[in-house]
C-alpha cells in the first residue's frame, strides 16, 4: 500500500481472478471501505485499471493492475463535549466503556455532536489513537446507535494496532444478548452465511451468498416465553449489523428492529432488542486477558418483565 501524495492514498492490487465485477472485487479486499464508498470512488474516477479509469461494471481480469485512490477525509470541527458515559475499566491504554442505547459510536452525516467521539474528547482530551483520524479517534469497532452494551477504545496507537489485529483474525471474545420474535425449539445453533450490502436497498445488510463475506453467529437460548425468546449470540466474525441480520434470516428477527424485522409491534422500543453483554481480549500491551460485562440496561430488563408476565 503505497505514498500519499497530495493529501491522497494511493493503493495498488493485483488481481489474481476473471470475472468479478471490480467493485465488488474491491470491497472484499478493502474491507473497512464500504461497496457504496468504493463505488463512489469509481464514479468519480479515482480508480484505474492498467492505467484507464474504469466503471464500476468492469470485469477484472487475471493480472490486471489496479489503482484505488483514497482521498483524505474532510476534517470536520469534532467538539469534545460533557456527555456522562459509564467507564468499566481505564489504563494509559486502553478504555472500555458501557454504550448506552440510542448514541451514534462516531460522527457521520446527520451526526454530528452527541456521539460516542465527542464524549471521549472530552473525556480523554488528546489521549486518544489518532490512527482513525480526527472523525474516529480511538475508535477500533463499533456497535449500532440502538445496541447498547460493552465496547473498547484504544488510547494510544501501539494499542489500536494490536486490538485491530485481534479484531481481523476474530480473537476477541464478545457475547451479546437479544430478544427475538417467535420461539426457537432449538436449544442452540450456528448461522454460517454470509453478509454483504442489500442487492437493491443500498443502506441496508443482506444475506448475500454472490458478493457477501464470510459471516458466522453462534446462539445459545437462554429462556422461551409465549412468543419470544431471549438468546445469547457470540460473534465469530463482525460483519455490520450481522447477529440482526442473522437472526431475521433464520426467521427470528429481534423484537424492535424495524430494519430487518417487523415494522411494527407492541413493545414500542425505539429500537432493537440487543445488547452487548461481554467483551474479553488479551491486554495489547500487557498481555493479560481480560472480561467486561455490561448490565442489562433498563428497557432490556422492563422488556423481559413484561415477557415472564405474560407467559
Known sequence: MGDIRNNIEEIKLISEENGSRIDAWLSKRLEKYSRSYIQKLINDGMVSVNGSVVKANYK??????????????????????????????????????????????????????????????????????????????????????????????????????????????HDINRVYVAVVHGVIREESGKIDAPIG?????????????????????YFKVLERFKDATLVE????????????????YIGYPIIGDTVYGRKKDKYDLGGQALHAKLLGFVHPITNEYMEFEAELPDYFKKLLEDLRENR
Open 60 to 169: 477484472v481480469r487475471i493480472n490486471d493492475e489496479i489503482s484505488v485512490k483514497i482521498p483524505e477525509p474532510e476534517v470536520l470541527d469534532i467538539v469534545p463535549e460533557n456527555i456522562d458515559i459509564p467507564v468499566l475499566y481505564e489504563d494509559e491504554h486502553v478504555l472500555v466503556v458501557n454504550k448506552p442505547k440510542g448514541m451514534v459510536v462516531h460522527p457521520a452525516a446527520g451526526n454530528y455532536s452527541g456521539t460516542l467521539v465527542n464524549a471521549l474528547m472530552d473525556y480523554c482530551g488528546d489521549n486518544l489513537s489518532s490512527i482513525n483520524g480526527v472523525i474516529r479517534p480511538g475508535i477500533v469497532h463499533r456497535i449500532d446507535k440502538d445496541t447498547s452494551g460493552v465496547l473498547v477504545v484504544a488510547k494510544s496507537n501501539e494499542a489500536h494496532e494490536k486490538l485491530s489485529s485481534m479484531l481481523k483474525v
Open 197 to 217: 450490502r442489500h442487492p437493491v436497498d443500498r443502506k441496508k445488510m443482506a444475506v448475500n451468498t454472490k458478493n457477501g463475506r464470510r459471516a458466522v453467529t
Open 233 to 248: 449470540a457470540r460473534l465469530e466474525t463482525g460483519r455490520t449489523h450481522q447477529i440482526r441480520v442473522h437472526m431475521s
